[in-house]
Every structure is written in structure tokens, then in C-alpha cells.
């Protein structure tokens, strides 16, 4: 079935400095949307995509639908911008249920 | 403020007991969804519904049953407790469209099946 392979599975980063995350589609995916599990464990809404980029202070997102693909940008890392970071994508076919990446664990060093 | 609400936050239970997990929505949105997460999966879909009086099974049903009673309730029941079912479970609702989403998710619930 449809599948969502998200990368790296563990990011550590320095203050200061960036990266990116991937999520790679199987097929093609209608929307994406990033989400980030929060110190309570609360799953907050990053960005929705339907197509091209958004961004939002020093996160910026990017979804490519033909090219089955979305990143996205940490700029100027922070050490409260650590935790879990979730891609999920909302299938072609059927109704808009999401399909989750693995998540990536993002530590933010002094 | 529209809100998910999950309880228990955290429960305990017993080899072959039965538990039930709530969720309360105040977003008035049509669908709800359960999902369980584990470490190295993302959230797996179990069940999820329509609206009052519909569920459907999502991707990894079995050992679950779901119940819509109202636009606002949806629960998650395990008739049969296996400790394979120890996980964390997320409620949410949402609707989503061609131009945006509305999905929220609840705060989760850290089962433990021993």
C-alpha cells in the first residue's frame, strides 16, 4: 500500500545551525502535513501542503506531488525546537486519511 | 477553544481484561480517528469514523472495536487486552480539503497490558 519513508530516524544538531528532513512518498500523495510531538506529547500542526512551499518563522516546508517528496527546513536551530517530528500524507486515493512517516527525533545541542 | 480530550492519560490492565479508551472532540468535525504509535513506526491507523453511528477499520483492526455514539464521542475498545497492545494511542479529529486541514489530535494515552 501507500507508503511514507521518512529520514533521518535521529537528527542531532548544535545550536545555531540547520538541516533538513525528508519524506519520501510511494506514490502520489494529494498533501502533506508535518507535525511535531510536544513536551506534553501532543502532536501540533506544523504545516499543510498541497503543493509548492510555506514557512513559518524558522521552519520552511516544501511538497513536490509529481516528484513524491517533502522536506522540512530547520534554520537557526533552538534547544526547545528538540523532540519528535512527524511527516504524514494524505493518499491520492480514497478519503483524506493520513498515512504517517516514522518520525524523527530531533536533538538540539548548546 | 475546540479541543481533542483523551482519558485515561495513562492506564494499566491485565492479561485478557477489557479496556476502553475515550475521546471527546469540541470541533465539531465529522471525522475521528484512532491511531496507535510505537517506536520506529509512525501512527498506524486502527479505526476511524464518518460521523454518529459510523466506524470503519483502519489499517491494523484486529483486537479493536470502535464506537460513535455521538459527533462528539468516538471510543477505542479492546475487548481482549494482549500485552502486544501496549502503545500509545492518539485520538483525532479532522476534515481535511483540498486547501487546508483542520486535525487535531488529543494528548495520547500510554496503555500498559501486563
Known amino acids: 500500500g501507500d507508503q511514507v519513508e521518512q529520514s533521518p530516524s535521529a537528527l542531532s544538531l548544535h545550536e545555531g545551525t540547520g538541516s533538513a528532513l525528508r519524506c519520501n512518498f510511494t506514490?502520489?500523495?494529494?498533501?502533506v502535513q508535518w507535525f511535531r510531538k510536544n513536551s506534553r506529547g501532543s502532536l501540533i500542526n506544523l504545516f499543510y501542503l498541497a503543493s509548492g512551499t510555506k514557512e513559518n518563522g524558522r521552519l520552511k516546508s516544501a511538497f513536490d506531488s509529481k516528484e513524491r517528496y517533502s522536506t522540512l527546513h530547520i534554520r537557526d536551530a533552538q534547544l526547545e525546537d528538540s523532540g519528535t517530528y512527524f511527516c504524514a500524507a494524505y493518499s491520492s486515493s480514497g478519503s483524506w486519511q493520513l498515512i504517517f512517516g516514522s518520525g524523527t527525533q530531533l536533538t538540539v545541542m548548546p | 477553544e475546540a479541543a481533542v480530550t483523551q482519558s485515561p492519560r495513562n492506564k494499566v490492565a491485565v492479561t485478557g481484561g477489557k479496556v476502553t479508551l475515550s475521546c471527546n472532540q469540541t470541533n465539531n468535525h465529522n471525522n475521528m480517528y484512532w491511531y496507535r504509535q510505537d517506536t520506529g513506526h509512525g501512527l498506524r491507523l486502527i479505526h476511524y469514523s464518518y460521523g454518529a453511528g459510523s466506524t470503519e477499520k483502519g489499517d491494523i483492526p484486529d483486537g479493536y472495536k470502535a464506537s460513535r455514539p455521538s459527533q462528539e464521542n468516538f471510543s477505542l475498545i479492546l475487548e481482549l487486552a494482549t500485552p502486544s497492545q501496549t502503545s500509545v494511542y492518539f485520538c483525532?479529529?479532522?476534515?481535511?480539503?483540498?486547501?487546508?486541514?483542520?486535525?487535531?489530535f488529543g494528548s495520547g494515552t500510554r496503555l500498559l497490558v501486563i
Open positions: 506514490t502520489t500523495m494529494r498533501a
Open positions: 483525532a479529529s479532522g476534515d481535511a480539503g483540498p486547501a487546508n486541514s483542520d486535525y487535531t
